[in-house]
């Protein structure tokens, strides 16, 4: 493949050499452009092709020494460097290998203006590293940085200040400082970032910028971190490159073709281009003024290999596998062997490669042959530069001295195959294949100990040496993976052998915290749980796998592989040993005890892991609080606040809607994009484009439930119904027919398509009490449109004048509508049927997203603002609210919770309108209707297939009823019945009522017990029944017969029915007090004097008749009279009486 530069003048007549420009790296195939007047906004170009030919075409980053007239390149797996570059008007220009074996992935170069040192990233060997400029010895590199790092990728230097500023993407992304020679190693930025791919540095003033290629932004911020802005927010741009010159930022996007340059005070453009011959990736300056007169500090030193102007100072440093001499200048040269690299072993021998062959690197090699041992198996100790091996030969476990070269025999054994290193507990383990065991050797005690028997045919034996855990291949024809122990845990099986083939070359990768095997030819790997199993490479019969960082390996017969993570076969192979047996990485980075770093299971911390020199420190991301296990949580808001997703990073927010302050839910997603928050049930529901899902959950990250999963597309926007509860939304697909809006039942979870064939839906919103929905379009067709909140009679209103009606609300106060306009910037609104429109505020390069509204004021989110802004509704006069958060991502939707009236619909709030399944509210009222592809039937209520509970029942009549499934009902009880608790039964999936209606109502009845009677032997108490009385002794009946009435009560009372007999009352003198026995014997003498004067008129009486017989006539005739007397007799008695009582 043929390399072209590309050189496009302004101007130039003599060469670039001197003259202020930007050279611009094409990504594929490979080209420069050359740009002169780079602070003009328009520029007219002339090209020449120069063509070269180096292997690869790929330009990942540019850098430049002006002032010799010089560009480097890192092109594919090399880095290039380009002398004489203003000798442009050559047919060909002459090209230098500086540095071979640098993996082919992202990661920037920079260069040391000052001492003439070249440094670069490498993302998969996951280091820095740095050679002198102009030195062509490929051996003549020092790695500074490899602590800590995953992916390395973004880097710039200050060489005047002697400091180095890195990005590291993964796991979380974070910008780091160092000084030249990789110490004073410090994180300054941590939370908010995505993916760092090029920096760049004001060196005048002490600033720092970057391009973040996940977040779309152009960020800045002073040397320490702090004082961090979003200089621009480009949509949909991913910057690659980036370069800094004279208050402006210049950069490159691959995505589209784009170069343009922006001022990082405003933010505005200074150009915008777009390229359309060729992908820009990689930009530099090249101005020779920029970097100033300088004196290297390091002339005055005479250093064998480099020199690097430290903070401290001007300091020697030596390549890798080389030592510092006492002078402080010369190098020794450590060891025979690499400082890192890859060891092979055949019966006699063996051999190592230089790391960088994982890349067609250097392809020079050592051999270390034996003549007397015959070697199965080894591992490496490579902190102390050890190899042990197995001398099958002798039956002996030895120890190779690679710095002494001298051999020891450790101990003797039968038989051992896959001999493993635990380079923590400093253990070596090994397979007895005769007696299916494990056995280990304690280096430091020198003792051996069997720790597993009887195994089935164990075999490619592993270690994790930070928690001790052993990994085998267990079994003859169906292999599985078992895990045990140092500790002789009980071995588990891992992964059974209906998930393998034939597994083999079984290796713990320490860096990636996973297993990885052969499994017929096709290198695999899982977590260490077991799950997560992933297909890489096919190696095409290898006998044994290693990994490497980004790089897998293996060997075959007499060759190495080489490939990376995401390639499908080998891109690099070496001869190696003949009969090659067994191969390992020597690095003795990869042997340390990472035990409490941020490398194993992140730290022990909850979300941020940062790494320091002594170990590791664990923070919050914005909005979380540190807790005392070194989680993190919140205290979410429980009212009043405003809920926001970013979709950049995964977030769900709340601000609260009295000071603005930020809340983050424990919630980790993504690609969040719509929320709506239940305001009732206190439930939110968001969705993420990543799985096309949405979910339920509550505001503290707890009962997480997938709701619904939207298929091929993704929702957009959500909204619920307060009529019905039931959860609307727009959903974006691949094809139109997939881009709709839909609605979910919330009880039922079942599905309505309402609309489709839509251009892009974005937003919805709900008039629920007028029956009306609103949505925006912002494909080919842009548009609002409103419809019934069935679907129907859906029409445009808005179409004129529209960009990207990206957010919508309404205020039913005034019956408007709202709508931000992403294009123009701006927020409109109209009357509800899209007439009377008014331009509300105009917010420059905002990029207006969602939108909602609350009494006299609307809030809004914009894609190119870090947060909600607030604005008066009648003014758009904006509200002093919420501080900008740089850490915020994109942004995007919005929704309210505060004590508001919520809009509803009477026609289906109560008893889900009579409808079996969907009630929609509608301007005249509502409709129901049914799940897709399912009709009503012809009743107009009920769905087909849906279960109805019967209301035509013997002893109850139901008040308002809608018998359908998961639908509760009131009830009342007909005559002569009584409910037996409340008066609600709930109609279940089967149609039956619940409780079941036998038990609903009872029928009424009349008490049996009465109080001191007895009810006729054949009285049921029924309603309307005569029942018989009979009193018990000792009372008198005042009623024979009672009738039960209809209430379920007698229709007399019974309490009085019987009355009790009275009875004079005694009493006893040693009870009586004085004043009781006055009475008595009050009562005494009126009762003798009464006798007394009876008795008397009786004497008189009788004796008078019997002297005078004739005088009985006249007394007969004298009766009147006579009886005349007897009253007056009798009133005298009651006179006395009553005389004797008042006394």
């Known amino acids: 493949m043929n390399f072209r530069i590309i050189i496009f003048l302004v101007n130039l007549c003599v060469g670039i050499r001197g003259d202020t420009g930007l050279i611009i790296g094409e990504w594929n195939p490979g080209s420069f452009t050359a740009m002169t007047n780079i602070l003009e906004s328009s520029i007219s170009f002339s090209n020449v092709t120069l063509k070269i030919s180096p292997k690869d075409s790929l330009i990942l980053s540019l850098a430049s ?33 500086q540095f071979r074996g640098k993996s082919i992935a992202f990661g920037q170069i920079a260069f040391d203006f000052i001492s003439k040192n070249l440094y670069w990233c490498d993302s998969l060997l996951r280091w820095i590293a740095m050679k002198p400029a102009y030195n062509f010895n490929d051996t003549i590199y020092k790695i500074i940085l490899y602590k800590d790092l995953n992916r390395p990728e973004g880097l710039a230097l200050d060489p005047a200040d002697r400091l180095l500023f890195f990005s590291n993407n993964y796991p979380i992304s974070r910008i780091e400082k160092a000084s030249l020679d990789g110490q004073n190693r410090e994180v300054i930025i941590h939370k908010g970032l995505s993916r760092v791919l090029s920096l760049a540095v004001d060196t005048a003033n002490d600033k720092l910028y970057w391009a973040d290629y996940g977040r779309y932004t152009l960020e800045g911020s002073d040397y320490d971190g702090s004082n961090r802005r979003v200089i621009r927010h480009i949509n949909f741009v991913s910057v690659t490159g980036i370069a800094y010159h004279k208050n402006n930022l210049h950069a490159v996007s691959i995505e589209g073709g ?129 190899i042990y091996f197995v001398d099958t030969g002798n039956n002996s476990l ?36 005769a007696l299916s065991s494990i056995r280990t050797f304690s280096v430091n005690s020198q003792t051996s100990v069997l720790i597993y028997s009887n195994l089935q045919q164990p075999a490619s034996l592993t270690v994790d040496p930070h928690i001790g855990t052993l990994f085998w291949i267990s079994g003859t024809s169906g292999k599985s993976i078992v895990r045990g122990s140092w500790t002789r845990e009980v071995p588990q099986t891992l992964i059974s052998s209906a998930n393998l083939n034939e597994p083999s070359s079984l290796q713990y990768d320490v860096t990636s915290n996973r297993l990885y095997w052969i499994d017929s030819m096709v290198i695999k790997s899982s977590r260490t749980s077991g799950l997560d199993i992933k297909s890489h490479v096919n190696t095409h019969g ?72 002594t170990g590791r420190r664990c923070e919050c991301d914005i909005g979380l609080q540190l807790q005392s296990d070194q989680s993190c949580d919140s205290d979410a808001l429980l009212a009043n606040f405003i809920v926001m997703t970013d979709y950049t990073h995964g977030r769900i927010l709340q601000i609260d ?94 599905h309505k398509t309402l609309m489709k064939n839509l251009h892009k839906p974005r937003d919805i919103a709900l008039y629920s009490s007028k029956g009306l929905l609103f949505w925006t379009e912002t494909g080919n067709i842009t548009g609002i449109g409103k419809a019934n909140m069935d679907g129907t009679s859906n029409i445009y209103i808005i179409t004129t004048s529209l960009g990207w009606p990206n957010g919508l609300t309404i205020d039913a106060t005034a019956n408007r509508l709202y709508w931000t306009d992403g294009l123009k910037h701006s927020i409109e609104s109209s009357d509800l049927n899209g007439g009377n429109r008014q331009v509300l505020v105009t917010d420059n390069n905002a990029f207006l997203s969602d939108i909602v509204s609350l009494g006299q004021y609307l809030f809004y989110t914009a894609w190119n603002r870090k947060r909600v802004t607030k604005i008066d509704k009648k003014t758009g006069l904006k509200m002093e609210f919420m501080v900008n958060y740089p850490e915020l991502g994109r942004v995007d939707s919005l929704d309210i919770y505060a004590d508001e009236y919520l809009d509803v619909s009477s026609s289906c709030s109560s008893k889900n309108g009579l409808c079996s399944t969907f009630c929609f509210p509608t301007p005249t009222g509502r409709t129901c209707g049914c799940q897709d592809n399912v009709n009503l039937q ?7 297939g849906v279960y109805r509970c019967p209301t035509q029942l013997q002893h109850l009549n139901f008040v308002d009823c809608a018998p359908y499934p998961g639908l509760a009902c009131n009830f009342e009880c007909k005559a002569g019945y009584l409910p037996v608790a409340n008066n609600t039964a709930v109609c279940d999936y089967t149609g039956k009522w619940s409780p079941p209606i036998d038990i609903l109502c009872i029928a009424t009845t009349c008490p049996l017990n009465v109080e001191n009677a007895t009810l006729s032997s054949t009285c049921r108490g029924s309603i309307g029944e005569k029942c018989g009385v009979i009193c018990n002794g000792g009372t008198s009946v005042n009623t024979t017969h009672i009738v039960c009435l209809s209430s379920g009560v007698w229709d007399n009372d019974t309490s009085v029915i019987c009355s009790p007999i009275q009875k004079p009352e005694r009493y006893t003198p040693s009870e009586a007090n004085n004043t009781d026995m006055t009475y008595v014997y009050a009562g005494i003498s009126i009762g003798v004097v009464v006798v007394v004067v009876m008795v008397v008129i009786g004497v008189l009486f009788f004796k008078k008749r019997r002297n005078n017989p004739a005088q009985d006539r006249s007394l007969i005739q004298d009766t009147s009279s006579n009886e005349i007397n007897r009253k007056s007799l009798t009133l005298s008695v009651l006179e006395l009486v009553n005389s004797l009582e008042s006394n």
């Not at 990689?282 to 005055?300: E, K, L, Q, R």
């Not at 070269?405 to 001999?419: E, G, I, Q, V």
């Not at 390992?584 to 941020?598: A, M």
């Not at 305001?679 to 899902?693: D, G, H, P």
């Open 398 to 433: 030895k120890r190779y001295d690679i710095i002494s070269r001298k051999t020891s025999t450790l101990t003797t054994l039968a038989s051992a195959k896959d001999l493993i290193f635990d380079w923590i507990a400093n253990l070596l383990g090994w397979i007895e294949p």
């Open 258 to 386: 784009y170069m343009f340059a922006v001022d990082i005070t405003s933010g505005s453009y200074i150009y915008l281009r777009k390229l359309d011959s060729f992908q820009p990736f990689a930009i530099t300056v090249y101005d020779s003024d920029s970097t100033g007169p300088f004196i290297d500090p390091c002339s005055t030193l005479k250093c064998q290999h480099m020199c690097v102007n430290t903070l401290s100072g001007p300091q020697c440093l030596c390549s890798e596998g080389f030592d510092l001499d006492s002078n402080g200048n010369t190098c020794t040269d450590k060891s025979w062997f690499f400082k890192r690299g890859f060891i092979v072993s055949n019966s006699s021998a063996f051999a190592m490669y230089e790391v960088h062959a994982t890349s067609n690197g250097p392809t020079v090699y050592h051999i270390i042959s034996f003549t007397s041992y015959i070697i199965e198996t080894f591992a490496v100790d490579a902190k102390s530069d050890f």
């Open 938 to 944: 012809s009743d107009q209520l009920t769905c087909q």
């Open 542 to 613: 290898a006998t044994k796998a290693f990994v490497y960082k980004g790089f897998l390996g293996w060997i075959n017969k007499a060759s190495i592989y080489f490939a990376r993570m995401t390639a499908s076969s080998a891109e690099d192979t070496l001869n190696t040993l003949p009969n090659c047996k067994d191969v390992s990485v020597f690095d003795s980075s990869l042997q340390e005890d990472k035990r409490g770093t941020c490398d194993i299971l992140n730290g022990g911390c909850g979300e941020i892991c940062v790494p320091e020199t």
């Open 657 to 750: 809607l009295q000071t603005g302050a930020l809340v983050k839910l424990p919630l980790s997603l993504n690609g969040v994009l719509g929320i709506v928050f239940d305001k009732i049930t206190k439930t939110l529901f968001y969705s993420e484009t990543s799985t096309n899902t949405i979910t339920s959950t509550t505001v503290h990250g707890e009962k997480r439930t997938l709701f619904y999963t939207t298929g091929f597309a993704y929702a957009n926007s959500l909204a619920i119904d307060y009529s019905t509860f039931n959860l609307y939304y727009t959903a974006e697909g691949p094809l139109i027919s997939q881009s709709i809006v839909g609605v979910v039942h919330r009880s039922k979870l079942l």
């Open 65 to 97: 020494d002006p002032k010799e007239g010089v560009v480097f390149t890192a092109t594919g797996n090399s880095i290039y460097m380009f002398p004489n570059f203003s000798d442009w008007q050559n047919q060909f220009v002459k090209f230098t290998n």
